[in-house]
């Protein structure tokens, strides 16, 4: 399980990216505009009907998580701080 971290809105992410989980600043400052772009694809599913009844469907939304990949090799994940730009 990863570690518990401090929750923060999405405008704090660029100023939070530039320290380090013991709190110990960067040695080299992270602009997250700079860092590659990815994506991942996530599904989130429901059973549409009763799980008894076999013609009972799964019903599955695609939910779209943005990450930016850093040359340091951090990654953050940048959903919220994406469509706030």
């Given amino acids: 399980m990863a ?5 923060f809105p999405p405008s704090k992410l660029e100023a939070q ?11 080299q400052p992270v602009n ?3 860092c590659e772009l990815k994506e991942l694809v996530q ?4 059973l549409d009907g009763p799980k ?3 013609k009972s469907k799964v019903q599955c939304e695609p939910i779209l998580r943005l990450f930016r ?3 340091n090799g951090l990654t953050v ?3 919220s701080w994406e469509v706030e730009d």
């Fill in 17 to 27: 990216v530039q320290y380090l989980p013991n709190g110990k600043r960067r040695k």
């Fill in 69 to 71: 990949k850093c040359a």
């Fill in 52 to 54: 008894e009844d076999p």
């Fill in 3 to 7: 570690p518990l971290t401090a929750a």
């Fill in 32 to 34: 997250l505009k700079e």
């Fill in 77 to 79: 994940e940048t959903t």
């Fill in 43 to 46: 599904y989130m599913c429901d």
